[in-house]
């Protein structure tokens, strides 16, 4: 027997009735997030895994959490490696306001949440990567679909570029990324040199180019900092210290020996990793399996 033809769960005004109550619940019991769509700006032929990818973009709209005591995952755990925090969180957001606020905002017109994206919560001033995304719960609720549920977790930075104009989520960048510390020439020398942060420079070399963006510049101090470097020819280089380090900011004018050459004061991660080592790795020692001594 067919269903009874004088009901219908797709009567349109109900359908508008209960996604607006939705809306209206998230925004008075939810929280203000920013999600940052992921840019791959490189990947790999193979498994065509991201190799490089950056955040430009960051949306600020409304979420449910739906861990009310707090987050869930395995939490704070302590290796060999130091903590590892392993938070899980499930954010609720509404599809109308996901298309308005978003979706139609991006270039290629998601209809969706995508895996990889993340979710700054200023909440907790943390960042969440979006693992899975679930669009049929509750399921066809007056014949229709009117939530994503994205199920995320703590996200770990791996040297992605952070542009988004907003300081609680560039910082990441520029806490975590591995950064060369150059040495820039004193003033005094007939012009200055400045730089911006977030400029991209480089240097000049017979076959390639040297290019990185600046994270930190110490006009007092002279110290600038760069990340993101690669060099165009696709090798690992160095930064040079015989060649001056050239930005739209920067001066172009070059460094004699004379007056000053830029030097690397140190490799910031790597000469902690150095110091760090020296202080418990004994190379010293002859017969690292015993007591005897040849």
């Not at 020439?185 to 076959?207: A, K, T």
């Amino acid at each position: 027997m067919a269903t009874n033809p004088y009901f219908s769960q797709k009567y349109r005004p109900e359908q508008d009735l209960y996604e607006d109550l939705i809306i209206e619940s998230i925004k008075m019991y939810g929280q203000d997030v920013y999600y940052l769509p992921r840019e791959i700006v490189a990947s790999e032929d193979i498994f065509l895994d991201s190799i490089q990818s950056q955040f430009s973009d960051a949306y600020k709209v409304e979420v449910y959490i739906e861990n009310t005591e707090g987050f869930e995952g395995e939490g704070d755990l302590f290796t060999k490696f130091g903590i590892e925090l392993r938070d899980q969180a499930t954010f609720v957001i509404a599809r109308r306001r996901w298309k308005h606020l978003i979706g139609d905002r991006l270039s290629d017109a998601q209809f969706r949440p995508r895996e990889g994206d993340v979710i700054y919560l200023p909440l907790s001033e943390s960042l969440f990567q979006v693992m899975k995304v679930e669009t049929e719960s509750p399921f066809y609720q007056l014949s229709q679909l009117p939530l994503f549920r994205m199920q995320c977790e703590l996200f770990e930075f791996s040297d992605e570029d952070f542009d988004t104009g907003i300081p609680g989520i560039d910082n990441v960048e520029v806490e975590g990324a591995f950064q060369y510390e150059l040495k820039m020439p004193d003033e005094g020398m007939g012009r200055e040199i400045y730089y911006l942060v977030g400029e991209d420079v480089y240097q000049e070399f017979d076959d390639f180019r040297l290019e990185g963006e600046v994270t930190s510049w110490n006009h007092d101090t002279r110290i600038l900092k760069i990340a993101h470097t690669g060099g165009t020819d696709g090798k690992y280089h160095e930064w040079a210290t015989d060649r001056p380090v050239i930005g739209e900011y920067a001066s172009l004018t070059p460094i004699s020996e004379e007056e000053g050459i830029n030097e690397i004061d140190r490799l910031a991660q790597k000469r902690t990793f150095d110091d760090f080592a020296e202080d418990f790795l004994d190379f010293t020692e002859s017969n690292p399996f015993g007591d005897l001594t040849p």
